[in-house]
């Protein structure tokens, strides 16, 4: 058995493994150009999880295609900022080095467990591949490491499986895989966009649970992507609220859920669903406006109870409450 | 909201349907699923009754069957005193007018090429309630109840969102003025927001109309917010059955309880603890023998292995099919 | 929920299916190409320099030149002329009989595809019958057995293509019924009748019509190689294939006889393959604009 | 080993017993396999060059009736079927003369007995006299003589296997591929020099063609066609041969059909033809235009007959007069041989300049033979070569017992009936001279009723390398093909 | 699998039935018989009367179909009413030409056509994805006959690169080869079109899947994610159309067996046809419609091989 040599960055940096600034992106719709995602800026720490929650349509994917430099090739771009993944600056580094970084220090777990893995390919094949890739393992120690890699993610009889088709899985399995696949060469940074929501509550319980240990086990830097509350209240250090590809407001999981402070974070609380309790299931009114017809200043301005004029103009996300690490992209709610 | 009235308008018992599928290469074998293996709940007028359960365990199917999409293998459905699985073809086109269905997926129950007047205006042609100049405004009054404007009456499906398609399926199954409706996971492919947008419409409508719905869902806290009374169903049989507040405040079946802790709530302070439960969810092809949630139990005893629960009142208005509840 | 009412769209400029194809550029250049074969054809008795039908003794297999531009053949015939009534002919083979294949073939598949059970076992048996004749064997068949004329070659290609589109109509519909929408109309009370023809047939079409452009232009070479055989329309008529198939008997003397009916087919391929790919993309509410 | 490579116009062969071989595939391979008592001289289709062949000698009786044949001793038949005696002699003229076996039954009609009065010698006695007797033992159609005893234990195998006493014998047939042919070691006159002929079958002529341009095969079946001719008489390394005989493409006008049971239509109909036309469309090299309605030759042609001009008004004032002055419409079932066809768009062509309208029906060529047989069509194109004597010709296609529909019929197709006499009398005529002017009447008669208008006559062509040397000088081939003898050699 | 096999082919047997039946039906419809071919044209009508009672043609028409499913039943095709051979030796020695042309086809039309559809995925709506679709049509306007010809000039008289007569030296199997080069060419470029089409359609979709996303996100390479993930996927579709193809080949490889004189099957069917010999006709229609089957069976097996969902269950 190869030892799998441990990322060399581990050593070589000792700052987030993921560092965001600035980062726009632009999706091109014939000759206009239109910003998805606005001038994000974030970074996540070893064993931190930093959960992007959000309408549909907000730009949470873009997001994390743009730090995967996965953004569709002729539709959508990176025009700003700067993405650091584990000391390397992704956005001025060449493809060919972007793609030794992928699957080797960022990894990325996709929303539909029944698409996203590649029907006519053996499951142990597809863990162990980028480790033949990027580690230059042969089939056989890939082969291996695969079979260790399923065990870890709980697959039972995990020896017996590496041969078996995604089909033979079922969804909570498959996201498994999913999950070892993209932890196969130890990334340091792991992006996990709607991992759960096409599963069922029994079975989204599992795969966070599995991803929380792991994630305490590898040191990972988890962003978590959902637009399920509970999921962020239950897995997530941080929390980052995004409306019209703004981030409206990002504060610690404790913090927001006591405080939701954007008028869209708490009208976002409000039409959750609860099992118990009170409340909940009160809809936003009117809806997310599509990418040409964005108002000017304030995304949200359109649904908001409390626009005023200066709404117009985009505020900028600064501290609310004091707290340096809740911050709200408001003029009504912001410290003044 | 409204009593349960004393001779329920949907009344299902012991329906029965197997799926059989012919798989394998290069000699196909014939495995057989039961969907449904005796199920039986009624509805009320105006009543809302919840179904939940994880997918796969035969939620859609019951819709299907009672409303003869597809043939039941045993069973029956009673819908306001006529037989509804016996009915004859011109029967059943009466039946359909008072029961009516929005699909899960509400994409792919609009045909793509039609213009939504068309959608909605066909059923009102084809049933002899407008012509002419007549369908058009009303396709727009009924858009109108579920909140579409105007302006859409004109458009393809595809020029939607997921929402706005669903308050279209919504407002179709609407057209005929029915007396149920059967909601298969109406909100389940959307958003938050959107989610409430939709069963809010859904609670007037109710209210406005004296509708009965069987809500289709897996997901408790929906469910929670709609419905009176609901069903829970696991591998094609049902477990538990009881009125909302009390099952989820104290639910028996141990799969009831699974469900529970396992949705997660937006407060930190009482985060669901993430569990790896035991096991998979088995295959319906080769359901467990006995007591179907065996497998999963972490109550199991030896009994459940062989002897299959049945269905048993435990308190008024709420039974179980566990060897074990109280 | 009042208060929830969501705002009018924006009138957004929409594009309606004939926007969209003609924004695709592949479509229009198809359909410039057919349409101009079809007004060649139609015109043929005005455009046509000589009569397709003059024999020259002669000229016999000359070259083109600036008098005959594609040439003249073994009769000393103007092959430009014949070309363009070739067009006639040729396209009109090729559209009714793939027409007749596809109406015949679709309706066939639809109804036995939508109902299943009995009647669809039958019409597989049969089609798996009809597929197991080489295609060209049973055009061949055919020809020989009601003889050469216009009718009969339309009927012996029609006849080839009839089971390939029971089968692709068939497949369609059993894919088209594992869709909610079939149900959704059932439910609704709609008549078996209307829901195959007004929601399932328009739902397939965009594969239909690719598959027809494809076949229109085999239908266009069966006429040649039946020709080729000898059981096309009976001189002096000129079509396509009989000229190309002269052409095969002079093709060391005359290359360019065989030249440019090949041509023409070729331009017509084009133009009916991008016709097809065209409209599949303007049809498909999620192609790229 | 030295091989001849030799490419043919056919999918396939046709028959090659030699009393049943009648298609232009078949005769040449027959003449490679087969002796008769007398032959005729190779390169050569005319009656005047027989020779000796099996037989060495003959005595003619004084009235013309018995023939005794004096056969060449110790000729071997191919394989192990042993020596040629008169008794093989006897059984295959038998053969021939026996319609189950053979398809030239009808010409031996005239024969009373044949015996074998010792093994070399053969009698052959005739109900009455015939000028061309000798045509009927020579190496051509029934006078092919087969091994009895072969022929006997092969039964229906016979047809793809026939023995003979040829230079050639077949080793090897592959259906619709080709025919192999090696040399007869024990060829009485001599053992071949070529060892081996590779008869195949090329149906596509622009595949024959360049097969032959890249050397593949050393001798091709021509198109007859002038552009043909030119183009390969310009390859160097080739020589084209256009030979003897001729075949006769004859439109037959259907006397039982209207409009053309009016004999002033079918005048019309010779008038409106262009045989210079015609022939000028096929080429002069290949193709000259008819003299008759039996082709040039022939013992008994007319070549001198008086046959319609092309002059379109008459045309046009006869169909006046027969009452169609708009013209006529004529149901023509046509095959879809190219070549035949190709012929009858340029009869077509011509004829719509007189109003006649020809129109065609193209079937296959199978349902062409049926069909015409069975007298649907108006007119009908056929071209033919035929054992060189007039009466041949006109008994098969204009004696009225040859009448389509009719048990006896054979290829009148016109219905034609107005010079059965003049046939019948010239064919036992002893008087050359007045059977020649019998034959004459008959040819006027026919030619003036117009059961059919003769069009043009083609010759056959054949192209060799320049490295083949047949032996002899390639003038006429009766066998419609080159005839490989022992002396035919290749470099 | 064997069991499969047997199965399927017992499962064929009401459909060469049926094909069966419809040839008999339609051959002896068509006008014309062989005494043509066995007596020539200078017979009289009394002789060939003679001969079809002979050869059996005088009989009812039921009692012949008889005749005719009875001499099958006993797996007899009987004998040649031209030559007399026995059907079965003429089939034999075509056969392998047949299978060899077929097979060299579909290499020559995948191996052309798969890269070309990929290639047009790739770039779609680019000069190579234009460039590939009408190179791809190119194939299926020219007639056979009139392509195979143009082959036959370049590669086999001007460059002499192969021969003109593809059946020459079949005894030596390097020569064998390359006589079938150009007639391999020649039909395979029939289906190019076909199998870059689906290709091309087959890959567009397959590269906007989901698991093409997941395999980039492992930082592959583009030529692997390509081909090793969204490639795979795409044979599918692609068996299906050669499968289908199968068929069109065998009947199609008429004008190719023509063009460069190589026996043949399709030829065989033309020439019995031609012929009228109703025996050797219907014997090979009952071959090519049972390779047809055959070719089925082929299709669903490798089905089983391109795609686990469909071995495993
Ligand atoms: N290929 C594309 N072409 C055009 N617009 C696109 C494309 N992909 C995404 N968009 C637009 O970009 C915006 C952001 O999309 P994104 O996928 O990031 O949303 P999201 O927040 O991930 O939503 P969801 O929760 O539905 O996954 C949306 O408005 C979407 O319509
Ligand atoms: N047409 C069918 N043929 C074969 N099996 C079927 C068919 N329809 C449903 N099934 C099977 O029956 C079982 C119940 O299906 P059903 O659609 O009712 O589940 P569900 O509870 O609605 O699931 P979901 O939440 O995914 O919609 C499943 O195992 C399914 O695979
Ligand atoms: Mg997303
Ligand atoms: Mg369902």
Same mark, same amino acid.
């Given at each position: ?140 120690? *890939?082969? *291996? ?34 999950? *070892?696949? *993209? ?154 | ?46 009543? !809302? !009754? ?11 199917? !019951? ?264 | ?289 | ?92 003229? @038998? ?162 059909? @209207? ?233 | ?313």
């Amino acid at each position: 058995m190869t030892a799998i040599p441990a990322p060399a960055a581990t050593a070589a940096t000792d700052g987030p493994p993921l560092i965001v600034e600035h980062l726009t992106t632009s999706i091109h719709v014939g000759s206009d150009r239109h910003d998805v995602v606005r001038d994000i800026s974030f970074s996540i720490g070893p064993r931190e999880t930093l959960a992007l929650v959000g309408e549909s349509g907000c730009g949470k994917s873009m997001t994390a295609l743009s730090v995967m430099g996965l953004l569709p090739a002729g539709v959508a771009s990176v025009t700003a900022g700067r993405i650091v993944v584990d000391g390397v600056d992704m956005t001025a580094a060449a493809e060919a080095k972007r793609e030794s970084m992928r699957g080797d220090r960022i990894g990325m777990i996709f929303q539909e467990p029944m698409t996203s893995l590649n029907p006519v390919l053996p499951i142990g094949f597809q863990v162990g591949e980028a480790l033949m890739q990027h580690h230059g393992l042969t089939r056989k120690q *890939a082969r *291996a490491r695969a079979c260790e890699l399923l065990e870890r993610v709980r697959v039972p009889a995990a020896a017996d499986r590496l041969d078996a088709y995604p089909h033979q899985f079922s969804g909570g399995m498959r996201q498994r895989v999913m999950i *070892a696949l *993209a932890l196969a060469c130890r990334p340091r940074v792991l992006i996990a966009d709607e991992p759960t929501t096409a599963l069922d509550v029994t079975i989204q319980a599992q795969v966070l649970a599995l991803l929380a240990d792991l994630q305490e086990k590898e040191g990972l830097a988890v962003l978590l992507i959902t637009h399920n509350l509970g999921v962020v209240a239950s897995v997530a250090d941080r929390v980052m609220v995004m409306y019209g590809g703004d981030v409206v407001e990002s504060a610690p999981v404790a913090a927001f859920f006591a405080r939701p402070t954007h008028p869209y974070s708490s009208a976002l609380l409000a039409a959750m669903p609860r099992i118990e309790g009170e409340g909940g299931l009160q809809p936003i009114p009117g809806q997310v406006p599509t990418l040409t017809e964005m108002p000017v200043g304030c995304r949200f301005q359109s649904r908001c109870p409390l626009r005023i004029d200066r709404c117009a103009l985009l505020p900028p996300l600064a501290a609310v409450g004091g707290d340096p690490d809740h911050r709200v992209r408001c003029w009504v709610r912001m410290d003044t | 909201m409204n009593a349960i009235p004393a001779t329920p308008l949907l009344d299902i018992r012991d329906l029965r349907k197997s799926f059989t599928s012919r798989r394998g290469w290069p000699i196909a074998r014939t495995s057989v699923v039961k969907a449904l293996d005796g199920v039986s709940f009624t509805v009320g007028a105006g009543e !809302v !009754v919840g179904v939940v359960g994880e997918s796969g365990c035969g939620k859609s199917t !019951v819709a299907r069957v009672a409303l003869r999409l597809q043939e039941a293998d045993g069973g029956s459905v009673n819908f306001d005193g006529a037989d509804v699985l016996e009915a004859s073809k011109i029967d059943m086109r009466a039946i359909r007018r008072r029961m009516q269905m929005v699909f899960q997926d509400p994409s792919s129950s609009l045909d793509g090429r039609q213009r939504i007047v068309d959608a909605l205006g066909e059923p009102l042609r084809v049933h002899g309630l407008a012509s002419g100049a007549a369908v058009r405004p009303m396709v727009a009054r009924l858009l109108d109840e579920v909140g579409l404007p105007n302006s859409a009456l004109d458009r393809y499906p595809h020029e939607f969102s997921g929402g706005q398609r669903q308050r279209i399926g919504i407002a179709r199954a609407l057209a005929l003025g029915p007396d149920l409706i059967f909601a298969d996971e109406p909100v389940s492919a959307l958003d938050v927001s959107v989610q409430a947008q939709i069963l809010k419409l859904l609670e007037t409508l109710r209210a406005e109309r004296h509708l009965a719905f069987v809500f289709i869902s897996h997901d408790l806290g929906v469910v929670r917010y709609f419905c009176r009374r609901v069903v829970v169903m696991y591998l094609g049989r049902v477990v538990e059955t009881g009125p909302v507040p009390e099952i989820f405040v104290d639910p028996r079946h141990p799969y009831t309880r699974l469900l529970k802790v396992s949705s997660p709530e937006p407060d930190p302070t009482r985060a669901v603890a993430m569990t790896f439960q035991e096991g998979e969810p088995p295959s319906p092809v080769d359901p467990p023998k006995g007591c179907h949630f065996h497998p999963r139990c972490p109550l199991a005893i030896d009994r459940c292995r062989v002897e299959s629960p049945v269905l048993r009142d435990v308190a008024p208005g709420r039974s179980v099919a566990c060897h074990l509840a109280t | 929920m009042t208060a929830a009412a969501p705002p009018a769209p924006q009138p957004r400029r929409r594009l309606s299916v004939l926007g969209k194809a003609l924004r695709n550029v592949g479509l229009v250049l198809g359909a410039v190409i057919v349409v101009a074969m079809i007004a060649a054809a139609l015109g043929a008795p005005w455009i046509a320099p000589y009569d397709p039908d003059a024999q020259d003794v002669l000229l016999v297999l000359g070259t083109p030149d600036s008098v005959h531009w594609f040439g003249t053949d073994a009769f000393g015939r103007d092959v430009l002329s014949r070309v363009l009534w070739g067009a006639r002919v040729s396209l009109y083979v090729g559209f009714v009989a793939t027409a007749a294949g596809v109406v015949i073939g679709t309706v066939i598949g639809v109804i036995s595809g939508y109902y299943g059970g009995i009647v669809d076992r039958l019409v597989v048996a049969a089609t798996d019958v009809l597929l197991s004749f080489p295609q060209l064997i049973m055009g061949l068949l055919l020809v020989a057995v009601l003889g050469a004329s216009l009718t009969n070659l339309i009927i012996a290609i029609a006849v080839t293509a009839v089971p390939a589109f029971i089968r692709m109509a068939r497949g369609s519909t059993l894919a088209m019924r594992e869709r909610d929408f079939v149900d959704a109309c059932r439910s609704l009370g709609f008549s078996d009748f209307r829901i195959m023809f007004v929601h399932v047939l328009p739902n397939i079409l965009d594969e239909l019509v690719v598959m027809a452009s494809l076949w229109l232009a085999s239908a266009i070479r069966t006429e040649s190689t039946l020709a080729f055989i000898g059981l096309s329309v009976p001189p002096p008529t000129a079509t396509w294939g009989g000229i190309v198939r002269e052409g095969f008997d002079n093709l060391l003397d005359g290359p360019w006889l065989a030249l440019f009916p090949s041509l023409a087919i070729l331009a017509v391929m084009i133009g009916l393959n991008m016709i097809g790919d065209g409209l599949r993309d303007a049809s498909d509410p999620r192609a790229p604009q | 080993e030295t091989v001849l490579n030799i490419g043919m116009a056919a999918a396939d062969i046709g028959q090659i017993d030699p009393h049943r071989a009648t298609t232009t595939q078949d005769k040449p391979v027959v003449s490679w396999i087969f002796n008769g008592l007398v032959r005729f001289k190779p390169g050569s289709a005319s009656l005047e060059t027989l020779e000796p062949d099996l037989a060495t000698s003959w005595d003619k009786s004084a009235d013309g009736k018995t023939w005794i044949f004096h056969l060449r001793s110790g000729v071997k038949f191919h394989g192990d079927w042993g020596e040629m005696t008169a008794e093989d002699v006897v059984y295959s003229l @038998k053969r021939a003369a026996d319609g189950k076996t053979s398809a030239f039954a009808p010409d031996y009609a005239v024969v009373e007995s044949i015996e074998a009065v010792d093994p070399v010698t053969v009698k052959i006695v005739l109900k009455k006299p015939i000028p061309a007797l000798l045509g009927l033992v020579a190496n051509y159609h029934g006078g092919n003589i087969v091994s009895k005893k072969a022929a006997e234990a092969l039964g229906a195998d016979f047809r793809t296997k026939p023995v003979g006493t040829g230079p050639f014998q077949i080793v090897e047939y592959k259906s619709n591929e080709s025919l192999t042919l090696i040399s007869n070691p024990n060829y009485f006159r001599g053992k071949p020099k070529i060892d081996k002929i590779v008869y195949r079958f090329i149906p596509a002529d622009a595949s024959r063609d360049l097969a032959f341009s890249s050397g593949e095969l050393d001798i091709v079946y021509g198109r007859q066609d002038q552009r043909w001719v030119e183009r390969f008489s310009k390859e160097p390394g080739t020589v084209v041969e256009v030979v003897k005989p001729s075949e006769l493409a004859t439109l037959y006008l259907n006397e039982g059909m @209207k409009p053309l049971d009016d004999k002033r239509v079918r005048q019309a109909i010779a008038y409106a033809i262009d045989r210079p036309q015609i022939a000028g469309f096929k080429g002069a090299a290949t193709a000259v235009p008819a003299v008759s309605v039996v082709p040039t030759g022939y013992l008994g042609t007319d070549e001198k007959a008086k046959l319609f001009p092309n002059d379109i008004a008459k045309a046009k004032a006869l169909l006046t007069e027969a009452g169609y002055p708009n013209g006529v419409a004529i149901k023509v079932i046509q095959t879809s041989l190219p070549t035949m066809l190709n012929s009858m768009q340029i009869v077509q062509s011509q004829l719509k300049k007189a109003g006649i309208d020809l129109q065609f029906e193209v079937v296959d060529h199978q349902s062409f033979h049926s069909q015409i047989r069975k007298d649907l069509s108006g007119a009908v194109y056929y071209s033919a070569a035929r054992f060189p004597v007039a009466d041949v010709y006109l008994r098969q296609f204009f004696h009225s017992d040859s009448i389509v529909g009719k048990p006896t019929a054979v290829t009148n197709f016109s219905h034609c009936a107005v010079a059965d006499a003049e046939i019948d009398a010239a064919a036992i005529e002893g008087d050359a001279a007045k059977q020649k002017e019998l034959w004459k009447t008959a040819q006027a008669k026919i030619i003036e009723d117009v059961c059919a208008v003769p069009l043009f006559e083609q010759l056959q062509v054949w192209a060799r390398k320049t490295t083949v040397d047949y032996g002899y000088t390639f003038e006429g081939a009766i066998h419609l093909g080159p005839v490989i003898t022992e002396a035919t050699t290749k470099k | 699998m064997l069991r499969f096999v047997i199965k399927r082919l017992l499962l064929a047997i009401p459909t060469l039935w049926a094909v069966l039946t419809t040839v008999f039906v339609l051959v002896r419809v068509v006008p014309g018989d062989p005494t043509i071919i066995i007596l020539g044209d200078q017979a009289s009508e009394a002789s060939r009367m003679e001969l079809r009672q002979r050869l059996g043609l005088g009989k009812s028409i039921l009692s012949q179909y008889f005749d005719f499913m009875g001499q099958i039943l006993h797996g007899d095709l009987g004998r040649s009413l031209a030559t007399n051979r026995p059907i079965v030796d003429d089939v034999l020695a075509v056969l392998p030409y047949t299978i060899e042309l077929t097979i060299a086809s579909l290499i020559v039309g995948t191996v052309i056509g798969i890269p070309l559809g990929v290639l047009a995925a790739e770039r779609r709506d680019g000069p190579a994805d234009w460039f590939a679709r009408i190179f791809s049509l190119a194939g299926v306007s020219f007639p056979a006959f009139v392509s195979g010809i143009l082959l036959l000039m370049v590669f086999s008289v001007q460059l002499r690169w192969f021969p003109v007569i593809s059946s020459a030296n079949a005894a030596d199997p390097l020569e064998r080869l390359r006589a079938l080069v150009l007639p391999s060419v020649n039909l395979g470029l029939l289906m190019v079109a076909y199998v870059t089409r689906v290709t091309r359609s087959g890959m567009l979709k397959a590269l906007g899947e989901d698991y093409v996303r997941t395999a980039r996100s492992k930082g592959l390479p583009y030529r692997i994610v390509v081909w090793r993930h969204a490639f795979r996927n795409v044979l599918v579709p692609i068996v299906t159309v050669v499968g289908l193809y199968l068929g069109v080949l065998i009947g199609n490889a008429v004008l190719t067996e023509i063009v460069f004189n190589r026996p043949g099957i399709g030829k065989l069917i033309v020439t019995a046809l031609n012929q009228r010999d109703y025996t050797l006709l219907q014997g090979l229609m009952v071959v090519s419609a049972f390779a047809i089957v055959v070719a089925n069976i082929l299709t669903d097996l490798t089905y089983g091989l391109v795609d686990p969902r469909v071995k495993t269950q």
